[in-house]
Structures are given as C-alpha cells and as structure tokens.
C-alpha cells in the first residue's frame, strides 16, 4: 500500500492526537532517518482534487504546526515507502538545510492594496473618450495606456516591497514577494516569522500602515511554512510521482 505525504518534520515522536486526514486515514508518523514524515496509507494512486481532500491536508499540516514545525509538501503526493526512503537519503542535505531554516517559525501573509490609480485611471479614458473615434488610434491608446500603467504598477509595487522589508527589518527571517498580480493588489509578500515576535510582527505593521493611508494591508496567519519549503519540485523531479 502507498502513503499520501503531507508534511516533514524533526523532533518528534508521535503525534499527540489521533487524527484523520485524506480519504479518513489515520494519520501517523513514518521515522526517516533524521526525520520524521507525517503520512496515512491510502489506497489508490492519486487523491482527487477536492475541496474535501484540500481541507483534509490543510488541517493535518495545520495540526502538525501546533507541536512542532512542519515542512509541507504540496497537495497530491502519493507514494511507495522505497519511493519516500529514496527520496529522504538521496535529498537528505538540502531537507535537513530546508527545516533548519524554517524551524521555529511560521508564515504570516501580507497583501497590499492601492486605490491611488483609480483618479489617474479615469482621467486617461476622460481623455481617450474625447478623440476621434477611429479603431487604430483608439487600440494604440489603448495599448499604451496599458503599458504605462504595468510599468507605473510594477515600479510602485517594487517600491512598496522594499519600504516594507525596511520596516519588518529583523523580525523577518526570510521573505517571498509577488508583484505580478492585479490593478489594485500590488504585491503579496510572504514572511518567514520566528513564533516568539508575531506579537511584535503584527504591532510593527499595525503602526507602518499609518504611514501609508493611500495603501490597504490585509495581514494573515500564522500559517505553516508552504511558501519557503522548496520540497514539491524536488520530490516530483526525482520520482516523477503526483
């Protein structure tokens, strides 16, 4: 029979409570070496993707992180013990770099949310509405306004990202910024947080944000470390499992 992984960890035994996780197996601790693996058996080859599924392995991780640090694995990763075995000694080094890394902490979630470009926007489609209508020199202005407005996005969003790092400075261990979103969403930033100063954390941007009233902040977490465990490529590029 296979096990459907979800997370890693280090410096546990067992797990305190009986839980149930994918399709309700029970789940339980496999010892790996240095390691230890969170899994359940499961009986098929793949879990379907579904809300039940994802709910399942959110909250298994999201157990785990109550006692210890989990390192995720992405949803999906179905596996035989001499696959899992395999993967633990061949990828041993970069694990254990990986947990070391992240243990202790937790992920706090950041998105920043501008409607200062919504007077700019109107005032370009007041001017493009008072040109000739002519389909070429409205889609050439259509273009460019665009582009100008990415570009515009892009530099803000930048700015944004290391005004932000500035002021979490040392209460950040490690930080994942996107700036590749939405008109008003200019960036998500992911920040590796030790569990001690999330107090401190969420102070420290509770009185930042006063200092940028045209920007709105929505501030999650604490979460298991999904964006820093580096773990999902790893394992499918080595096995080629789902």
């Not at 298991?224 to 499992?241: C, H, T």
Request: aromatic share 6%; proline share 4%; net charge neutral.
């Amino acid at each position: 029979m296979k096990v459907y992984v979800y997370c890693l960890t280090a410096g546990i035994d067992a797990l305190p409570n009986a839980l149930r996780g994918i399709a309700g197996g029970e789940v339980r601790l496999l010892k790996a070496g240095d390691f230890s693996v969170v899994v359940s058996d499961f009986a098929g080859e793949k879990a379907p993707v579904n809300r039940e599924n994802a709910v399942a392995h959110a909250a298994v991780v999201q157990k785990a992180l109550e006692h210890t640090t989990p390192l995720p694995f992405r949803f999906g990763v179905v596996v035989t013990h001499a696959q899992l075995e395999s993967f633990m000694t061949a990828r041993h080094d970069a694990l254990k770099a990986r947990l070391d890394l992240v243990r202790g902490c937790v992920e706090m979630s950041v998105k920043v949310i501008s409607s200062a470009n919504d007077g700019e926007r109107r005032r370009a489609e007041e001017q493009t509405n008072t040109l000739e209508d002519k389909p070429g020199t409205m889609f050439l202005l259509e273009k460019r306004r665009e582009l100008r407005g990415s570009e515009a996005r892009t530099a803000e969003a930048q700015a944004i990202a290391s005004w932000l790092q500035t002021q979490t400075g040392e209460l950040v261990r490690e930080t994942r910024i996107d700036t590749n979103l939405t008109d008003k969403i200019l960036l998500a930033a992911s920040h590796l947080v030790e569990r001690g100063v999330v107090d401190q954390y969420r102070t420290t941007l509770k009185s930042v944000r006063l200092e940028r009233p045209e920007l709105n902040f929505l501030v999650s977490g604490p979460w298991p470390p999904y964006s820093f465990a580096n773990i999902d490529l790893e394992f499918k590029s080595q096995f080629g499992v789902s």
